[in-house]
């Protein structure tokens, strides 16, 4: 499998333990949490010894007596009281503020925490508890170096914190974020914690694992964890934490992290990728691209539509924003397919009956198709259109262009756009984007800059 399958490390007790147990990732129990195989190295035992008492177990609950519905880990970064984890740990707890608190343990007392500020796309959150502490952990802004050893503290599957040692791999690039790759067991629970160098000096903040891999974690960079607390003190905290707030700042978070990387697309304007002769532009960072098989079965569909497939490519990103799985938020697809042959006209060459020569089995767009039962609280109705357009370098497509509002979210949109070339002698491609949890103005740029890019090599 080419994409990343993620799992975000804290735990959600009445949905994600049930989802990690149906697809055979089953959370750890006491009886056989003697396999994980945590650190021993004096360097651990050492760097356990400074950090332990600076972090803690943080649950979410709707009463301080109540059963938890999720928890994870968290840390002190001020020593007036100011906790850092992930967002996914304390997700609830903003969505349903009335409803559900957090909580940070400390030597056995239960303290509730202010939610004071979050990003949604660095997975990030700083919580303030009404206790002191002599000390905090030191953040260093720097990223560590490839093979660089951490030390990862948490609370694994709730049992006692525990550290695990790993080296620190490169950065792995999402269309929206950026963590650093660790080779550490890390483990559900362990969300939220720090990971340490020798120095005792917080490198990262714990926050996912690569399904069915080998130890394979990732980290988000202190610097991101920097930036939040920077924002904090320039911005001060969120006034009064609501639903309606929340979802607020979601979309201006999503908004802005989606502008940067459309913005950092077409202003680098890298060199073009070659797919059979198809000049197409290079896809924004984090997103990856692979040659997809080209199956009997889709041969013989292009050959019912009298077209002789070259080549296919399909790009994508994998992880998205850690929201509802209802909300789609930060996904980028795109593919390619290259055709040998022309495509047959019809006599009357006018717009309309140009837009006949394309089979309409391939302009027919499944993005909004598969609409569950509950999405329509989620989605507007999805509004499609036809255009034919010539683009820079005079090739003709026609275009189909589907869009879809988020109800929560007024600047973000869901966007599908397929292009079909229309030369009569050949080659021709069709190019297909997809962007879920983008601004109007971000999807006009992007698809404008896509089809624009598009030429054939030449001889």
Avoid at 18 to 38: I, V
Wanted: proline letters at 6%.
């Amino acid at each position: 499998m080419r994409s990343h399958s993620l799992i975000l490390i804290s735990l959600t007790l009445s949905l994600v333990t049930a989802a990690l147990t149906a697809s055979g990732d089953a959370p750890m129990s006491s009886g056989n949490a003697s396999r994980l195989q945590y650190a021993e190295s004096a360097e651990a035992r050492r760097i356990y010894q400074i950090a332990s008492p600076l972090v803690f177990p943080i649950q979410i609950s709707a009463s301080r007596d109540s059963p938890k519905l999720a928890y994870g880990t968290g840390f002190v970064v001020r020593r007036q009281g100011l906790i850092a984890t992930n967002f996914h740990v304390i997700e609830r707890a903003v969505i349903e503020p009335t409803r559900y608190k957090p909580f940070v343990i400390v030597d056995g007392m239960k303290y509730e925490a202010k939610i004071l500020d979050f990003s949604i796309t660095a997975d990030l959150a700083l919580l303030k508890i009404e206790r002191p502490f002599e000390r905090e952990l030191e953040i260093r802004d720097e990223l560590p170096e490839v093979g660089e050893k951490l030390f990862s503290v948490g609370l694994p599957e709730d049992l006692s914190m525990m550290i695990t040692e790993g080296n620190a791999g490169g950065m792995d690039r999402d269309l929206l974020s950026e963590n650093i790759v660790l080779s550490s067991p890390l483990n559900p629970g362990m969300s939220g914690g720090p990971s340490f160098d020798y120095q005792g000096r917080v490198r990262g903040v714990n926050v996912s694992i690569l399904r069915k891999s080998q130890n394979i974690a990732f980290i988000v960079p202190a610097r991101q964890l920097r930036a939040l607390v920077d924002h904090l003190d320039g911005n001060g905290a969120i006034a009064q934490l609501t639903s309606r707030a929340a979802f607020q700042i979601f979309d201006a978070q999503i908004a802005e992290a989606s502008h940067r990387a459309v913005t950092e697309m077409v202003q680098t304007k890298a060199e073009r990728r070659k797919i059979s002769g198809l000049l197409a532009p290079t896809p924004p960072l984090g997103v990856k691209c692979w040659e997809y098989p080209n199956s009997g079965l889709m041969v013989k569909s292009y050959q019912a539509m009298k077209l002789s497939l070259r080549s296919m490519q399909v790009c994508s990103n994998s992880r998205g924003i850690p929201l509802d799985p209802k909300l789609k938020l930060g996904f980028w697809s795109e593919g390619y397919a290259v055709f040998g042959n022309g495509l047959s006209l019809p006599e009357k060459r006018g717009m309309d009956h140009a837009f006949e020569a394309v089979p309409k089995l391939m302009m027919m767009d499944d993005f909004f198709n598969r609409v569950k039962e509950d999405e329509p609280d989620h989605y507007s109705l999805p509004r499609c259109s036809n255009h034919l357009i010539q683009n820079a370098n005079k090739i003709r497509f026609r275009v189909n262009l589907c869009v879809r509002g988020y109800k929560a979210f007024p600047r973000l949109f869901d966007v599908a756009l397929k292009a079909m070339s229309l030369s009569e002698t050949g080659p021709n491609a069709l190019a297909i984007y997809r962007m879920s949890g983008i601004s109007n103005a971000d999807a006009q740029q992007v698809m404008s800059y896509a089809l624009d890019t598009l030429a054939w090599e030449r001889p």
